[in-house]
């Protein structure tokens, strides 16, 4: 039988046509695309090992990989950011590494990473909070996933709700008319931010360690408070989670205490605040003469602030036997107003991390800011008072006093038996009565944040009881718990000297 050539040509090219289009679409699906703009999705962005142990433990956790784009990727890079030293183990389909590169993802597929971590939260040689990330490297974008476990048994508190405003989450530690105490039997650890709500109260034992991981803090809404009940051989700490040597005194690691109006008074006694990017910063977010803007720093220490140390906005404060110490910028910002009374402070900037040309001290009736479009705004507001008795205001910059005064805004203020490093005239008596100026206070070690008087200071013997006696606070002993009226003069700052004792004075105070 003969088929004619005439019929047999529309079969052949049918047949190379779906022959051509069975391998064209091949090599479509194939195709590995190398667009810069296509990136991988996750099932989440941080995976959290949030079971708190109470003996050696190891859990796993998975994470899901898509590629959601309309052609195949190839994954150049998947990785552990700490490598070979990180404490986590990663498994990508059934095989354990630390790193793996090109893993091709084809569209609409995805791709199982299981992660696995062992603590031994009872070891206190292991970190509060152990961090790493997932890398991934696709067509030269580089996107990772965090890690986050808890290395030793403490109290954690970790944000997980979100509002408008602020950049990271957030969880209520006090609520609504709540009132909840932290007593000293393991650390508290803050990761994001932790929240007093409003009416809520937080009370805080003696002895409390808290730590905050970085950027977290902890904010105390308005109509809430917060009572740190400190005592003296029982101090409240606030400081980062990196309990390494090396971070002991290192600045920023952490974000800041913010404190809005509160239904009764925050109130700070034996603490130390240090290593974040703001000691306290607290303000009022809208005036009501019903609300209290009142904040108690008594006994208290803040140091080693990347920005500020006590940072206000239109408050009422009064502070004595405290120190603020070695910032980057200002150890004291008032600003738009207020009522303020130190007494007994010291206020030492010997910043060393970088440059600073900024006062350490700034009085301030008003603040520039910026509004929701952009536009620079002044903030006014009366500085009924800002008195300073017994103080030491001094530092390593030439000009360590800032009085910003507008005249459109009350500014008052008075210095009374202080020392001041400035470059103004302070012979007015009624804002200077009884001042030394540009007299070195002569600190025991600066460097180290040793603000103790040493035996040659000038601030000895150098302050008036009457600062004493008027105090609304019992400012009768020093941080150290020593006795300032066993002599009629009190010497200047939160440290009374003490001359050594030895076996031929021991009957010597002072």
């Known amino acids: 039988m003969k088929i004619k050539l005439s019929k047999l040509i529309p079969y052949t090219f049918i047949s190379f046509l779906l022959i051509y289009l069975f391998f064209s679409s091949c090599k479509k699906e194939d195709d590995v695309s190398t667009n810069p703009s296509y990136k991988l999705e996750f099932s989440t962005d941080t995976i959290t ?28 890079g998947i990785f552990l950011a700490n490598g070979i030293n990180s404490q986590y183990k990663i498994n990508i389909d059934g095989t354990p590494v630390v790193s793996i590169t ?32 997932i890398i991934f490297e696709t067509n030269g974008n580089l996107q990772d996933v ?34 909840v105490t932290w007593e000293d039997d393991k650390p508290y650890v803050i990761y994001n931010w932790a929240v007093v709500d409003s009416a809520g109260v937080l009370n805080i034992g003696p002895g409390v360690d808290i730590h905050f991981h970085q950027n977290s803090g902890l904010w105390i809404y308005r109509g809430g408070s917060i009572h740190v009940n400190g005592e003296k051989d029982s101090v409240v700490t606030f400081q980062g989670d990196r309990l390494e040597y090396e971070f002991r005194d290192l600045p920023g690691q952490w974000d800041r205490i913010w404190i809005n109006e509160g239904s009764v008074n ?15 910063q607290a303000e009022t977010l809208i005036p009501d003469e019903t609300m209290s803007n009142f904040l108690i720093l008594n006994n208290t220490i803040i140091k080693n602030m990347s920005r500020w140390g006590l940072f206000t906005i239109a408050y009422r404060v009064i502070s004595a036997n405290s120190v603020f110490a070695n910032c980057a910028e200002n150890t004291l910002f008032i600003s738009t107003g207020g009522y303020y009374d130190f007494r007994q402070c010291t206020f030492a900037n010997y910043w060393s ?92 070690d600066y460097l180290v944040n040793d603000y103790q008087l040493d035996t040659l200071s000038p601030a000895i013997d150098t302050g008036s009881m009457e600062v004493i006696d008027s105090s609304e606070l019992d400012i009768t002993i020093d941080l150290n718990g020593n006795s300032r009226i066993l002599e009629d003069k009190p010497d200047l700052g939160a440290y009374e000297f003490i001359i050594p004792k030895t076996k031929s004075q021991s009957h010597l105070i002072k």
């Open 353 to 444: 991390h970088s440059v600073r040309l900024d006062p350490s001290f700034i009085l301030s009736n008003h603040l520039i800011v910026q509004d929701a479009n952009g536009n620079l705004v002044t903030l006014l507001g009366d500085l009924e008072n800002a008195y300073f008795g017994n103080c030491i205001i001094y530092g390593n910059v030439e000009e360590e006093i800032l009085l910003a005064k507008d005249n459109q805004a009350e500014f008052n203020y008075k210095f009374d038996h202080c020392i001041l490093k400035t470059q103004s005239d302070i012979s007015d008596p009624n804002f200077y009565f009884d001042c030394l100026k540009n007299t070195d206070p002569k600190f025991v």
């Open 266 to 280: 925050n109130e700070f006694n034996y603490a130390v605040i240090k290593n974040g990017f703001i000691g306290i």
């Open 102 to 133: 090109d893993i091709e993802l084809a569209k609409d597929d995805s791709l199982y990473i299981f992660v696995k971590v062992t603590v031994d939260p009872t070891s206190h040689n292991s970190p509060l909070i152990i961090s790493d990330s």
């Open 146 to 179: 965090d890690l986050v476990a808890w290395g030793q048994d403490a109290h954690y508190f970790v944000g997980n709700k979100y509002i408008e405003g602020l950049s990271y989450p957030y969880i209520i530690v006090a609520g609504e008319n709540e009132t």
């Open 49 to 76: 090992f949030d079971t708190v142990f109470t003996t050696v433990g190891s859990t796993t956790r998975y994470l899901k990989v898509y590629n959601r784009n309309d052609s195949k990727v190839k994954i150049n």
